[in-house]
């Protein structure tokens, strides 16, 4: 289960998402952490996968 204060937090929508727009910030912000929360399972599970790992910078 997702924490409901990371949900706020990404329920904020950046400017390219208010541009664009979004029915149901909550639900996208949902959806998004748990795809992000799945990716980073997935890693842990396989580390020899060559799979690109993005940073902020």
């Not at 997702?2 to 904020?12: F, G, K, L």
């Amino acid at each position: 289960m997702i924490d409901d204060n990371r949900i706020r937090e990404r329920a904020r929508l950046l400017p390219e998402e208010r541009t664009a727009g979004s029915d149901d910030p909550k639900a996208q912000a949902e959806a998004v952490l748990q795809d992000s929360d799945d990716r980073e399972d997935y890693r842990e599970s396989a580390p020899g996968l060559r799979i690109e790992h993005r940073t902020g910078d």
